[in-house]
């Protein structure tokens, strides 16, 4: 299994981006479906997932500026980043809870990370 997060880059304050993360192998299911990010010197933190309804939840920092959602056709989850701040500059990885083929389980399983960087 394998998660591929794109999208990250360099924009000023009060921009957009938009963060794509592809899940890919032998999948049978998704669950969950989620963005973390960790900035400098700090602990990764959740900023927002979501279920397999496509019912979100976000952490308070970014509600009203985020907006998550998945295309479940291509096993992609994708997070709208509005009116950025700096504070919001981090590495942000996106991860998912699944269970593959022949398992009766599933694992959390993340992606690479893709930097953010909001400034001016």
């Known amino acids: 299994v394998q998660l591929q997060a794109s999208g990250g880059g360099l924009v000023q304050p009060g921009g957009s981006l938009r963060l794509s993360c592809a899940v890919s192998?032998?999948?049978?299911?998704?669950?969950?479906m989620g963005w973390y990010r960790q900035a400098p010197g700090k602990q990764r933190e959740l900023v927002a997932a979501i279920n397999i309804g496509s019912t979100p939840n976000y952490a308070d920092s970014v509600k009203g500026r985020f907006t998550i959602s998945r295309d479940n056709a291509k096993n992609t989850v994708y997070l709208e980043m509005n009116s950025l701040k700096p504070e919001d500059t981090a590495v942000y990885y996106c991860?998912?809870?699944?269970?593959?083929?022949?398992?009766?389980?599933?694992?959390?399983?993340w992606g690479q990370g893709t930097l953010v960087t909001v400034s001016s």
């Open positions: 192998g032998s999948i049978f299911s998704i669950n969950t």
């Open positions: 991860n998912s809870l699944l269970k593959r083929f022949y398992t009766d389980y599933t694992l959390t399983y």
